[in-house]
């Protein structure tokens, strides 16, 4: 863990050198505006978000729950403790810090940590399906009289055939996964006999996960859950958006237009690194706000910044009172699920 992330550190750097050289003359910031923006922010819109997200968290605990349910009855609170200190890892060391939360609850709980490893597998999966199926509707059906409005139909349709192609694999896999990865493993074989092993590897790994799932009664809580979830979600942006009430275009943001910053925002954080990727994700937000919607760059930012702490930083405190309960080092437990999600997954 450690070489690897001097290597990223040291590209980080290089990067950001390289950044400040090309565009140091280029880029024009009111810092003034930029204060006033976050000065003016309605307090009541960012309460909201922060429930909001807060709930989401709760959601997850339960979903968890009911994924765990066919190894062992755990109830919701019993798992709320571990998804607050795993998501605080994330924030603080980066997404090398994902396999926390199934660690803490395979030691928590006591179950193996490949079969926690195979729920966050599964977790991810409904996560991507439902984000994806409420990001693709809303911009399916986006008002006409909004700006780039041909453009954001056709990327939610398009969204949405993807979503439904990876539904009918994922279907696919859980009834023939065994011969799904014999096909991948022949077809990759004559490029990399190690990618060919590793492809087949990962649609078991995806195969077993789906299988935690034992009745249709289980499979739909789930999915209501992690849409319910996600929507929450989907609303902790618009009502950060709204606090903005300073700021015409983005007080008046609509729910669809609202996605774009989700998805801007969500992929702005697959690559995070510990502490600067906040402000790679604020920078890919905070421009697609000025892009799309007109916003002021300053306000842009502003409401990137407030984005990032909402989603993403307002568990730091929660996971750490968490952690310290739990008797929990959030160093020592991130490089230990490294460590012992590579000896599973190998």
Request: hydrophobic share 55%; net charge positive; with cysteine.
């Amino acid at each position: 863990m450690k070489k690897r992330s001097g290597v990223l550190w040291v590209g980080l750097v290089v990067v950001l050198a390289v950044v400040v050289v090309v565009f140091r003359d280029r880029i024009h910031f009111d810092w003034g505006s930029f204060g006033r923006q976050l000065r003016y922010v309605s307090v009541g819109h960012i309460v909201a978000a922060i429930a909001l997200i807060y709930g989401a968290y709760w959601l997850r605990a339960a979903r968890w729950s009911v994924l765990v349910r066919p190894q062992k009855r755990v109830s919701a609170l019993a798992l709320l403790g571990p998804q607050f200190i795993g998501f605080t890892a994330v924030g603080l060391f980066g997404r090398l810090a994902d396999l926390t939360r199934p660690y803490l609850v395979a030691r928590k709980i006591g179950l193996p940590l490949s079969s926690q490893v195979a729920v966050y597998t599964l977790e991810r999966m409904f996560d991507l399906g439902a984000a994806a199926l409420i990001f693709s509707s809303a911009l399916a059906f986006v008002p006409k009289e909004m700006p780039h409005h041909e453009l954001f139909v056709r990327t939610g349709l398009g969204s949405l055939a993807v979503t439904l192609a990876i539904a009918a694999f994922a279907a696919v896999v859980r009834l023939a996964g065994g011969a799904v990865a014999r096909y991948a493993r022949a077809a990759l074989s004559p490029l990399s006999k190690g990618m060919a092993e590793n492809v087949a590897g990962k649609v078991l790994e995806f195969r077993d996960g789906l299988r935690a799932l034992r009745s249709l009664s289980q499979f739909v809580v789930v999915a209501l859950a992690s849409l319910a979830m996600w929507g929450m979600i989907a609303w902790t942006y618009v009502q950060t958006a709204h606090a903005f009430v300073a700021t015409p275009e983005l007080a008046g943001l609509r729910f669809s237009s609202a996605m774009l910053l989700m998805a801007a925002s969500i992929g702005g954080s697959l690559l995070q690194l510990p502490i600067v990727g906040w402000f790679t994700q604020i920078a890919v937000t905070a421009e697609a706000m000025h892009v799309f919607y007109g916003v002021p760059i300053e306000a842009a930012t502003a409401c990137g910044a407030l984005l990032l702490t909402v989603t993403f930083l307002v568990v730091i405190p929660t996971g750490l009172v968490c952690a310290r309960l739990e008797q929990v080092s959030l160093k020592k437990v991130t490089e230990e699920s490294e460590a012992a999600g590579e000896s599973v997954t190998r």
